[in-house]
Each structure stands twice: as structure tokens, then as C-alpha cells.
């Protein structure tokens, strides 16, 4: 498929999705979210593909929804789009996905990086909500999953202030997973994607739904799901095999990557 505004590439069992609107910082443009889902959902239904990293270009991973293209809309305009509503394709994905983030992911750019599974930030990474500066508030999730990520101190401080904060200020609030120096973010994060693309898919795909079902749920029921599904993998060859290697001293083989 040819697109306009993103790169794919296939490395071994990894798909790499660049981000590729550098003069406008990869701002988020309706037409950039509808590639960027039809890309990666290519590779959810692709058995060749075991894991997806999605990273910036230039001094931007994405400097948030395109502003230019939203200034003008009124409310009708949005409610009917339903604006953003595309953007819950992307987080319904069932294939890990990786963000590689170097310099600016502000706004929308940051909220596309939350919705990924991992988070790699190179130590150049400025995250941020500023839309309140817009006058208006995040709008692809980030009052939500900022929240849930670094607790309702730090959301509050970046939702209602704008402040950007630093890579090394991200990690430590849990916001992401490893900090790594920015010229290696995109080796860092394949290298990270080609591990879980080394498991069993639907063994990757279970333990992320289970992950994903402890913002959704209580705890005892999120327990249950998890040990259901646990009890569902025993089912699988993929098992099988993990658990022969492991006594045969040796490398799994498995079927399903
Ligand atoms: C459209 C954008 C853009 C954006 C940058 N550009 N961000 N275009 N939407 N979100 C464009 C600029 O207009 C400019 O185009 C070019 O990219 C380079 O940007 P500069 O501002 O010249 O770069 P610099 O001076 O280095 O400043 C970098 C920056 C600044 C600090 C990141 O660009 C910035 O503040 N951007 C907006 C960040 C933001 O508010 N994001 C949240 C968006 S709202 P030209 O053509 O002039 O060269 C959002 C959520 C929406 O994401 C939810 C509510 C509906």
C-alpha cells in the first residue's frame, strides 16, 4: 500500500511505522491516523508479524492532533465526525506495540504513545499536554491514561499547567518503560519488539489483554481473567513446547510466531 504521510518497513518478524510529517512535526491529521490504523492493523492479522514499533522523524515523535485542521471546526462539525473516534482502532489492536519516542510528543503525540503497550524514550523526549493553551483539554485519552499512568499529582500538574516534562522525569513517574540515548531509540525499541515478537503471538496477545483488563476491571475479577486465561494457554501447543524446552535444557521453538 502506498501512504503519504507514514513509512512501513518489515525487519524480520518486526513492522516499523515512521511517523513522516516532519515539516509539520508529524502533527496528527485525520489522514495520518487513518494510515497509521490501516497499517498496523495489517500487521495484527499478519502471523509474519510478531510485534510493531511506532516512532517519530525528525526533532518530533509527534507534536500533537493537527491544529490547523481542527481550528475552524465547529461542534457539530466534531460530534458528527465523532473526531478522534479512529483512534480507538488503534487501541484495540491486539499485537504488542512499541512506541520509540525522541523529542517532542506533545498532546495528541503523547496520547498516541500511551495507547502504545511499551514506551521507549530517548533522553532528548519532551512529553506534554498543552492543550489547555488551545483552549481546550486533551482529547485522545490523555486526562485518562496520563492519569492512570503517573497518578493525579503529576496529570493535574501537566493537564492544567501545560508544563512539558523531561525522559528522565517520565520514567521516573511511570510513564515510560526505559530511557535510552536518543541516536539509538528506533534500535532500542526494535530490539525490544523483535523479543516479543520471539514468543508465541497469541501467548503475547493473551498477556496483553490481561495487562490491558486491569484498567477496566476490579481486582478480583481482573485476577479471574487472568488465571482463565492462563488455564486457556494448557490448551495450546505453544505451552507444550515452552515447557519441554524448559526441561530439555534448551530454546523454545514455537509454533505460533
Ligand atoms: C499543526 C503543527 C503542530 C500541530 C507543529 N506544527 N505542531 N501543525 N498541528 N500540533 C507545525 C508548525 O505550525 C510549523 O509549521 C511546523 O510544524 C514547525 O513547528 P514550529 O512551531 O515552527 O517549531 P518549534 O518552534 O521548534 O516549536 C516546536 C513546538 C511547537 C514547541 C512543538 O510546534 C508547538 O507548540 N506545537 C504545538 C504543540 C501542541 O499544542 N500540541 C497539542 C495539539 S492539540 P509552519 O507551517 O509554520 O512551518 C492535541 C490534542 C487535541 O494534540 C485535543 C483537543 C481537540
Known sequence: ??????????????GLVTLNRPQALNALNKATMEELVDAVSAMDADPGTGAVVVTGSGKAFAAGADIKEMAGQGYMDMYAADWFRGWEDF??????????????ALGGGCELAMMC??????????????????????????????????????????????????????????????VVPAENVVEEALKAAEVIAGK????????????????????AQGVLFERRLFHSLFSTED???????????????????
Open 200 to 219: 508465541s503471538k497469541p501467548v503475547a496477545m493473551a498477556a496483553k489483554e490481561a495487562v490491558n483488563a486491569a484498567f477496566e476491571t476490579g481486582l
Open 1 to 14: 500500500t502506498e501512504y503519504a504521510n507514514i513509512l512501513v518497513e518489515q525487519r524480520g518478524r518486526v
Open 239 to 257: 505451552q507444550k513446547e515452552g515447557m519441554a524446552a524448559f526441561t530439555e535444557k534448551r530454546e523454545p521453538e514455537f509454533r505460533h510466531r
Open 91 to 104: 487501541t484495540r489492536l491486539r499485537i504488542p506495540t512499541v512506541a520509540a519516542v525522541s523529542g517532542f
Open 117 to 178: 503497550d511499551l514506551l521507549i524514550a530517548g533522553d532528548n523526549a519532551k512529553f506534554g499536554q498543552p492543550e489547555i493553551n488551545l483552549g481546550v483539554l486533551p482529547g485522545m485519552g490523555g486526562s485518562q491514561r496520563l492519569t492512570r499512568a503517573v497518578g493525579k499529582a503529576k496529570a493535574m500538574d501537566m493537564i492544567l499547567t501545560g508544563r512539558f516534562i523531561g525522559a528522565e522525569e517520565a520514567e521516573r513517574a511511570g510513564l515510560v518503560s526505559r
